[in-house]
Nanobody, 120 residues
Framework: QVQLVESGGGLVQAGGSLRLSCAAS????????MGWFRQAPGKEREIVAS?????????YFVNSVKGRFTISRDNTKNTVYLQMDSLKPEDTAVYYC????????????WGQGTQVTVSS
């Protein structure tokens, strides 16, 4: 069964950058898309960005991160990345990656999450 493992979180000052990685292992990995989500204390989980896995590249970003975050993938490494620049304190959250196996299906496989803390 496929497992997802995030890495790259940490503490950074406002205006700084972090790059999160999400590596898939443990089986055949061919999702329709991969997504990055985040959940801040007391708030609901929200999708931050997503990227299709094959047949071209379609990306999505929530409005609050457009122009600051970039999502990319390396199919040869079964890894998806989230480059986060110009970080703000409101970006502080636990970030999760997840896979969507078919168009329109739910994100079914989730990583354990990685903490991102942005200090002001």
């Amino acid at each position: 069964q496929v497992q997802l493992v995030e890495s790259g979180g940490g503490l950074v000052q406002a205006g700084g950058s972090l790059r999160l990685s999400c590596a898939a292992s443990g089986g055949t990995f061919s999702p329709y898309a991969m997504g990055w989500f985040r959940q801040a204390p007391g708030k609901e989980r929200e999708i931050v960005a997503s990227i299709t896995w094959v047949a071209g590249t379609t990306t999505y970003f929530v409005n609050s991160v457009k122009g600051r975050f970039t999502i990319s993938r390396d199919n040869t490494k079964n890894t998806v990345y989230l480059q986060m620049d110009s970080l703000k304190p409101e970006d502080t959250a636990v970030y999760y990656c997840a896979s969507q196996m078919r168009y329109g299906s739910r994100y079914a496989v989730w990583g354990q999450g990685t903490q991102v803390t942005v200090s002001s």
